[in-house]
């Protein structure tokens, strides 16, 4: 059965495309991996267009962006022939982002290190902890070192909330992958960037065993 990530957040900017493009890309090295977007903006969609387009082919991952009625037995179909699915959600919570997290088996909630995307993703978690599914926090754009992390850190785990160990810092070679189609393992598996990503999906995959 495949394992389903929901990647979501009611913050627009916070790494939700850029989080389920580089999960699915690192996956996609050893695993059957699906992406679904149901984002009306596409930013995920558009970006698999860019790899289907590559001269030099990146490995395969399987594409759909169908949304509303048909959503959860395209879900269905996609989790019979994948091993993972990675779903990106659009900055609210309408019905289609419910029943993707309703159907995840764990959801990844992208906050940077500021108050306003950790208020931002309070719906979200609540959400999650109501329908009882696994959430996790994880941390992108942080700065190598900062007190408001450090007292953001303190305040999500003071509430009880899953964090990820792993952060994810502010680095320029997510947005180049990005561009060409890739994740960073692939467009540079030897950055900082890439060693975190691999670090991250490494607490996906132990947290969802
Ligand atoms: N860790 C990061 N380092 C640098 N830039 C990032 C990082 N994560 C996201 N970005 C950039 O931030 C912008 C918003 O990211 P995106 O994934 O589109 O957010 P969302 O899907 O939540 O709206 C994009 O330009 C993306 O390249
Ligand atoms: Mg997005």
């Known amino acids: 059965m495949a394992l389903v990530i929901t990647v979501a957040q009611q913050k627009g900017g916070t790494g939700k495309t850029t989080l389920a493009a580089n999960l699915a890309a690192a996956l996609a090295a050893d695993r059957r991996v699906a992406i679904l977007d149901i ?3 596409r930013s995920l969609t558009r970006w698999h ?3 289907a387009d590559r001269d030099k082919p990146a490995a395969a991952i399987t ?3 169908v949304s509303g009625w048909r959503l959860a037995t395209e879900l269905e179909r996609l989790k019979r022939d994948h091993d993972a699915i990675l779903i990106d959600s659009p900055p609210r919570i309408d019905t289609d982002a419910r029943l993707t997290i309703r159907a995840a088996d764990l959801i990844l909630v992208p906050v940077q290190p ?4 950790v208020w931002a993703a309070e719906g979200t978690l609540k959400l999650a902890t109501d329908e009882r599914r696994k959430v996790a926090i994880v941390l992108n754009r942080v700065p190598a ?9 303190a305040d999500l785990t003071g509430r009880g909330l899953t964090l990820l160990h792993t952060g994810i810092g502010n680095r320029a070679g997510f947005a180049h992958a990005f561009a060409q189609g890739l994740g960073i393992t692939e467009a540079a598996p030897r950055s900082t960037g890439a060693r975190e990503l691999r670090a991250l ?7 969802t065993r």
């Open 114 to 117: 500021s108050l306003p995307d």
């Open 49 to 51: 267009q860019l790899r």
């Open 39 to 41: 984002d009306p903006q």
């Open 63 to 65: 594409c759909s962006d």
């Open 145 to 153: 070192t900062s007190k408001l992390r450090d007292s953001i850190v």
């Open 201 to 207: 999906l490494d607490e996906v995959m132990e947290l």
